[in-house]
């Protein structure tokens, strides 16, 4: 995905209150910018271009360093992320013992895409490449919680029952 591609969101006033608040709060600080976008990530869900902007400017550093650190870890994401982040392992372990099955369920579920997050802000899908309990496969996860050995049939309740 080009960042053209990328939809706009607009931020809320107490978002980017919060945003300059945590952007404050670490200046100056050695190694500034990871805890920075980890707390803006944890904060709104997500770390747009404008923001990366912002990060890039207050830090004086080139923009291209923040996106190359967004882009690269996948705890950050440049889209809102759902509520219930589900991630999916497609390790060569999970893929063996299904874990496609288990991504095709899902997106046919939510009727989103990996990388997607649903309209209503509820969901939003990942992959994995191993998420390293490969002796359980196939694995996802549902925000900070694992589900190991999931059996496809099954995964839809299982992420339903999260709400609980
Ligand atoms: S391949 Fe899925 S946990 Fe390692």
């Given at each position: ?73 996948s ?9 219930y982040n589900i991630r999916v392992c ?36 990942q992959?994995n490449?191993?998420l390293g309990t ?5 694995v996802i996860v549902v925000n900070d919680r694992f589900y190991q050995?999931v ?11 999260c709400?609980?």
């Amino acid at each position: 995905m080009r960042i053209t591609d990328l939809p706009k969101y607009k931020l809320k006033p107490q978002e980017l209150k919060r945003i300059d608040e945590i952007i404050k709060k670490y200046k100056g600080k050695k190694g500034a910018l990871i805890p920075i976008l980890q707390k803006i990530q944890e904060h709104i869900s997500f770390i747009p271009i404008e923001v990366q902007r912002k990060v890039a400017k207050t830090l004086d550093i080139p923009e291209k360093d923040v996106y190359g650190v967004v882009t690269f870890y996948s705890f950050f994401s440049m889209v809102p992320r759902g509520k219930y982040n589900i991630r999916v392992c497609l390790g060569t372990a999970c893929f063996v013992k299904g874990s496609k099955r288990i991504l095709d369920k899902l997106v046919k579920e939510f009727g989103i895409e990996p990388g997607q997050t649903t309209a209503d802000r509820k969901y939003s899908l990942q992959i994995n490449r191993c998420l390293g309990t490969c002796g359980l496969a196939p694995v996802i996860v549902v925000n900070d919680r694992f589900y190991q050995k999931v059996n496809p049939e099954k995964v839809i309740d299982i992420v339903y029952s999260c709400k609980k």
